[in-house]
């Protein structure tokens, strides 16, 4: 199955910094989701990006398939972002189930 | 709320005994996934139902079993508890298995603690 690998690991952030993570996968994926798990440990949906680029307020993400990568930019950050941050795909003979990365960590201070 | 509902949130029972989690996916969805998310091993695919059958497995040890009902609820089995099984298991659903737009939503999990 695909590897999914996530950078950076950890990330601090002073409030209304601007940041961007990178997600790289081993192959294709059909099917690509970026998660926030907030501190009480629920998994909130982002994006669903198999490819081009997605906005939601002061959350962006770019996907590009053909070079197995996917960035999540988040703007202006604010101290309820803090929490970690997942993606997570499908290889192309999946069944739908997801193969999530280790992880990005965020903590911004106020 | 993502619509997907799981009880207990929160279960703490010793070691060897058997518990059941359940989900209840999000109204239209037919497709189930089971998720275990623990320190060492991160978050790992359990095991899948499309529609009452089941449609994939990952990670899932043999203690473990799931199903899902004529209702479209589910519900997973894990039993001779280790304390090594302490962990947040997930819950996720989506429209179909494959094709267009699998995008899955996830419960707020049930966090299991073996003593």
């Known amino acids: 199955g695909i590897q999914v690998e996530q950078s950076p690991p950890d990330l601090i952030l002073q409030e209304g910094a601007n940041s961007t993570l990178r997600c790289n996968f081993s192959?294709?994926?059909?099917?690509l989701q970026w998660f926030h798990q907030n501190p009480w440990g629920q998994l909130i949906n982002l994006f669903y990006?198999?490819?081009g680029t997605k906005q939601n307020g002061r959350l962006s993400a770019t996907t590009v398939a053909t070079e197995r990568y996917s960035l999540l930019y988040i703007s202006s950050s604010q101290t309820t972002d803090s929490g970690v941050y997942f993606c997570?795909?499908?290889?192309?003979?999946?069944?739908?189930?997801?193969?999530f990365g280790k992880g990005t960590k965020l903590s911004v201070k106020p | 709320d993502s619509g997907v509902t799981q009880t207990p949130k929160h279960l703490i029972t010793a070691t060897g005994q058997r518990v059941t989690l359940r989900c209840s996916p999000r109204?239209?969805?037919?497709?189930v996934y089971w998720y275990q998310q623990s320190l060492d091993q991160g978050l790992q695919f359990l095991i899948q139902?499309?529609?009452?059958?089941?449609?994939a497995k990952g990670n899932i040890l043999e203690r473990f079993s799931a199903q899902q009902f004529p209702d479209l609820h589910s519900e997973l089995n894990l039993s001779s508890l280790e304390l090594g099984d302490s962990a947040l298991y997930f819950c996720?659903?989506?429209?179909?298995?494959?094709?267009?737009?699998?995008?899955?939503?996830f419960g707020q999990g049930t966090r299991l603690t073996v003593v």
């Open positions: 996720a659903s989506s429209v179909v298995e494959t094709g267009e737009h699998p995008e899955a939503f």
């Open positions: 192959d294709s994926v059909n099917n």
């Open positions: 990006i198999p490819s």
């Open positions: 997570a795909g499908g290889d192309l003979g999946s069944q739908g189930n997801l193969i």
């Open positions: 109204s239209g969805d037919l497709s």
């Open positions: 139902y499309y529609n009452g059958e089941e449609r």
